[in-house]
């Protein structure tokens, strides 16, 4: 299964790399700046609109006039370096922070307990209840995203255990569990209750590259199925799985687009996303300079 | 209080039973402290006098001190934002660490009951059902105290100084060492605000005095307010949202 995942992932990166070659600069450049200046109009039934968000921990601005859109069904990656609000960013849409300013919608409502069902949260760190083996964390987190059925619900957990390739273990204690393994438990508990929107807060940190491509192939799966995926990631190997990517550089959007529009926007053929990422931030601080 | 106040309250105690470390430990220390209690006072007359104030202040030491740092446990591990990120309400968190932890501070003021009873040969009047009902009250209120606190502290060092903060002035002022009315009168009045007060008059009432529950009704109220109150401040002070 996993010699697979990695074939499939090879043969995504020669799409992305045609696509790379095939769309015109013009276009791109368009796009780019439709998303920086933030006028491109709302889409209708938007997984995710955010506009004009700001957020400060006491002086320090985190998320500063930051504005995106999320197609439902869509892989959307939140890249940036440490500190560049991504995580912040995605506790805001999750409702565990309150903006101070903008307004954001999570499939069409505002954060809140009640559209909480509709949303998968895995948290950056596996958050799980250590004591408790795999089997209890997963089946605590369906009972309480509201799976009353009984049955229904075994057989849930069996399917989501098995999917995270947890079976064997699921009478072992977290605490037990190597740092992949709680990962994948943390996973599990996020994609339980079957929702249609997942807030991903680095969800490869610290995974081996066999784990980090199995997990690429369920998030496909996810989408193909019409999940919505936020995923944060400070890695270019994560960001050329998205199908979307926003660049976040001091709780600000610096570019948008899917990974083989980024990269052609340096206008460089061989240009990998962290040269794209490197463009972007040059191209910023050289706009800020003739200001 | 909803069904997912009892999912919450059967984690926890899930999570404590396969700590079998920390159950051993439920189990000796509550042994080990009423051991020391009955060989340190020698006289009988004495112990069985002083028991029951010193089983209400290891029922509200125990239950504020494990509810307190399991609380904190929960927010250092990421599992309460999990859980806040969830569709359940911060009463049903707070209600289902009540419930949960209850029972633990149930079972650990039972083992020191009926240790000092049977084996320390502790004389006491009064209906055993009615000594229990009490004693489940007291527990309830140290529960909410536990949480109610464990809000206010970012880690376990902060958690362990609220425990000279809020637990040693109520020994002081109780009635445990020295008869309440004989203070001066501001720490008097200070003693009414006080849950353990009520605490140690109620136990005292009930096991030296043969009285029962009806007749300790300001006691029974008091204390069953108490807990309502800090279990609704508790789940108010927790918040879902910090604003930057």
Same mark, same amino acid.
């Given at each position: 299964?996993?010699?697979?995942?990695?074939?499939?992932?090879?043969?995504?990166?020669?799409?992305?790399?045609?696509?790379?070659?095939?769309?015109?600069?013009?276009?791109?450049?368009?796009?780019?700046?439709?998303?920086?200046?933030?006028?491109?109009?709302?889409?209708?039934?938007?997984?995710?609109?955010?506009?004009?968000?700001?957020?400060?921990?006491?002086?320090?601005?985190?998320?500063?006039?930051?504005?995106?859109?999320?197609?439902?069904?869509?892989?959307?990656?939140?890249?940036?370096?440490?500190?560049?609000?991504?995580?912040?960013?995605?506790?805001?849409?999750?409702?565990?922070?309150?903006?101070?300013?903008?307004?954001?919608?999570?499939?069409?409502?505002?954060?809140?307990?009640?559209?909480?069902?509709?949303?998968?949260?895995?948290?950056?760190?596996?958050?799980?209840?250590?004591?408790?083996?795999?089997?209890?964390?997963?089946?605590?987190?369906?009972?309480?995203?509201?799976?009353?059925?009984?049955?229904?619900?075994?057989?849930?957990?069996?399917?989501?255990?098995?999917?995270?390739?947890?079976?064997?273990?699921?009478?072992?204690?977290?605490?037990?569990?190597?740092?992949?393994?709680?990962?994948?438990?943390?996973?599990?508990?996020?994609?339980?209750?079957?929702?249609?929107?997942?807030?991903?807060?680095?969800?490869?940190?610290?995974?081996?590259?066999?784990?980090?491509?199995?997990?690429?192939?369920?998030?496909?799966?996810?989408?193909?199925?019409?999940?919505?995926?936020?995923?944060?990631?400070?890695?270019?190997?994560?960001?050329?799985?998205?199908?979307?990517?926003?660049?976040?550089?001091?709780?600000?959007?610096?570019?948008?687009?899917?990974?083989?529009?980024?990269?052609?926007?340096?206008?460089?053929?061989?240009?990998?996303?962290?040269?794209?990422?490197?463009?972007?931030?040059?191209?910023?601080?050289?706009?800020?300079?003739?200001? | 209080?909803?069904?997912?106040?009892?999912?919450?309250?059967?984690?926890?105690?899930?999570?404590?039973?396969?700590?079998?470390?920390?159950?051993?430990?439920?189990?000796?220390?509550?042994?080990?402290?009423?051991?020391?209690?009955?060989?340190?006072?020698?006289?009988?007359?004495?112990?069985?006098?002083?028991?029951?104030?010193?089983?209400?202040?290891?029922?509200?030491?125990?239950?504020?001190?494990?509810?307190?740092?399991?609380?904190?446990?929960?927010?250092?591990?990421?599992?309460?934002?999990?859980?806040?990120?969830?569709?359940?309400?911060?009463?049903?968190?707070?209600?289902?660490?009540?419930?949960?932890?209850?029972?633990?501070?149930?079972?650990?003021?039972?083992?020191?009951?009926?240790?000092?009873?049977?084996?320390?040969?502790?004389?006491?009047?009064?209906?055993?059902?009615?000594?229990?009902?009490?004693?489940?009250?007291?527990?309830?209120?140290?529960?909410?105290?536990?949480?109610?606190?464990?809000?206010?502290?970012?880690?376990?060092? $902060?958690?362990? $100084?609220?425990?000279?903060?809020?637990?040693?002035?109520?020994?002081?002022?109780?009635?445990?060492?020295?008869?309440?009315? $004989?203070?001066?009168?501001?720490?008097?009045?200070?003693?009414?605000?006080?849950?353990?007060?009520?605490?140690?008059?109620?136990?005292?009432?009930?096991?030296?005095?043969? $009285?029962?529950?009806?007749?300790?009704?300001?006691?029974?109220?008091?204390?069953?307010?108490?807990?309502?109150?800090?279990?609704?401040?508790?789940?108010?002070?927790?918040?879902?949202?910090?604003?930057?």
């Amino acid at each position: 299964m996993l010699h697979d995942a990695t074939i499939l992932e090879v043969k995504l990166f020669s799409i992305k790399e045609h696509l790379l070659t095939s769309i015109t600069t013009g276009a791109i450049i368009l796009h780019q700046m439709k998303t920086l200046t933030g006028d491109a109009a709302p889409a209708a039934g938007a997984a995710i609109a955010i506009r004009d968000l700001s957020f400060n921990y006491g002086r320090l601005k985190v998320i500063d006039g930051l504005s995106l859109e999320v197609p439902p069904g869509t892989s959307f990656g939140l890249l940036g370096p440490n500190g560049s609000g991504k995580t912040t960013l995605i506790r805001l849409m999750a409702g565990l922070l309150k903006p101070a300013g903008g307004s954001i919608r999570c499939l069409g409502q505002a954060p809140s307990p009640a559209h909480a069902r509709s949303v998968g949260y895995m948290p950056q760190l596996p958050a799980l209840y250590q004591e408790l083996s795999v089997e209890q964390n997963i089946e605590f987190f369906a009972r309480i995203y509201g799976m009353k059925d009984n049955s229904q619900r075994a057989r849930r957990v069996e399917e989501v255990i098995r999917l995270v390739d947890l079976w064997s273990r699921r009478r072992t204690s977290v605490l037990k569990l190597s740092g992949g393994m709680k990962q994948r438990v943390s996973l599990g508990c996020a994609i339980v209750h079957q929702p249609p929107l997942l807030f991903l807060d680095e969800p490869t940190v610290g995974l081996d590259p066999e784990l980090r491509a199995h997990f690429w192939q369920h998030f496909e799966n996810l989408t193909s199925a019409g999940t919505t995926l936020i995923i944060s990631s400070h890695t270019m190997d994560d960001a050329a799985h998205c199908q979307q990517l926003v660049f976040l550089r001091q709780g600000k959007v610096i570019a948008q687009g899917a990974p083989a529009e980024l990269q052609a926007a340096t206008g460089s053929s061989g240009a990998s996303l962290e040269d794209a990422f490197l463009y972007f931030i040059r191209k910023g601080e050289a706009a800020g300079n003739d200001n | 209080m909803t069904t997912n106040t009892f999912t919450i309250a059967g984690r926890i105690i899930r999570q404590l039973v396969r700590d079998r470390r920390t159950i051993a430990l439920l189990v000796l220390v509550p042994l080990v402290i009423a051991s020391l209690v009955g060989v340190s006072i020698p006289d009988k007359a004495m112990l069985d006098y002083i028991f029951p104030a010193i089983l209400a202040v290891l029922i509200l030491f125990f239950g504020f001190l494990l509810t307190g740092i399991s609380f904190l446990r929960e927010r250092s591990q990421g599992t309460l934002e999990r859980l806040l990120a969830s569709p359940v309400s911060k009463l049903d968190i707070v209600g289902g660490y009540l419930l949960g932890f209850l029972l633990f501070a149930l079972i650990q003021t039972l083992i020191i009951f009926f240790y000092m009873v049977y084996v320390l040969d502790i004389t006491y009047r009064g209906e055993l059902w009615q000594i229990l009902v009490f004693q489940v009250l007291i527990g309830a209120g140290a529960v909410c105290l536990g949480t109610f606190f464990s809000v206010f502290a970012r880690n376990e060092f $902060q958690m362990m $100084q609220f425990i000279p903060l809020v637990i040693v002035p109520q020994i002081f002022l109780c009635g445990l060492l020295w008869p309440v009315t $004989q203070m001066p009168e501001y720490l008097q009045w200070a003693a009414k605000f006080l849950p353990l007060t009520y605490g140690v008059d109620g136990i005292r009432a009930l096991m030296l005095e043969g $009285q029962n529950l009806a007749d300790i009704g300001l006691e029974v109220g008091v204390l069953a307010a108490f807990a309502v109150v800090l279990l609704i401040l508790a789940s108010l002070t927790l918040r879902r949202t910090s604003a930057g």
